[in-house]
């Protein structure tokens, strides 16, 4: 089964700015989730967002993210005034009975 | 917050050879899983284990949950050069909304032909 799509594939952006990151899922699931992952480092959780409301955070998950679904189907991840560190992979994944499966990324580029 | 430790960072093998890499962590997980990513895209699941002692293999892979649920190895067996990639081992305890996954830093592996 598809995993997720995200859009877009890059972002590039100046310090300060907001950046909308999207993940579509195919299919209807329940449990999403939200990774980042610094070149060369490894994947960091950020956020879980279950039935429309988050379920978990890190605490890299600070007052400058917030994550909504806006109309039922897209789910966004929102960074309001984007920092040089926030440049990173993000990946959107799903949850399928404990098994992750993750999209493709948006790479976010903060200049 | 819980650390995972991930052996080697990286391995230099030739084509055929077989390949064992592990995760190790402080505390007790109670599902594991491996991943495969490739440069520029999504890490790809490729085993997942949920219960200690647990052997599973898919193809020329196998993984084991370990016994005390705080390690995990993968073996790739008879590798070839589309293995080629950065493995990375995650651990959860999931159940209810806690499912997010800790993931380690990674193993590196390059293979030649």
């Known amino acids: 089964e598809p995993e997720v799509t995200q859009t877009p594939s890059h972002q590039v952006t100046q310090m300060g700015q907001e950046v909308i990151l999207r993940c579509v899922p195919i299919s209807n699931h329940l449990y999403f989730y939200w990774y980042r992952q610094i070149l060369g480092q490894k994947v960091e959780f950020l956020v879980s967002f279950y039935n429309n409301e988050i379920s978990e955070k890190s605490e890299i998950f600070d007052d400058q993210f917030s994550v909504e679904r806006p109309d039922g189907s897209n789910f966004t991840l929102k960074i309001r005034s984007t920092k040089l560190e926030d440049s990173a992979m993000y990946f959107c994944a799903r949850e399928d009975s404990g098994e992750q499966f993750f999209g493709p990324g948006t790479r976010l580029t903060v200049l | 917050g819980q650390q995972l430790n991930q052996s080697p960072q990286s391995m230099f093998i030739q084509e055929g050879e077989d390949v064992s890499m592990n995760c190790t962590s402080s505390?007790?997980?109670?599902?594991w899983l491996w991943y495969k990513q490739d440069p520029g895209e999504g890490p790809v699941l490729l085993i997942a284990?949920?219960?200690?002692?647990e052997l599973t293999s898919n193809g020329r892979l196998t993984a084991q949950f370990g016994i005390t649920r705080k390690d995990s190895f993968l073996n790739i067996s008879a590798s070839i050069p589309s293995d080629v990639g950065i493995y990375f081992c995650?651990?959860?305890?999931?159940?209810?909304?806690?499912?997010?996954?800790?993931f380690g830093k990674g193993t590196k592996l390059s293979v030649k032909p």
């Open positions: 284990l949920y219960k200690a002692g």
């Open positions: 995650a651990g959860s305890n999931y159940g209810g909304s806690q499912g997010n996954l800790i």
């Open positions: 505390s007790i997980f109670n599902t």
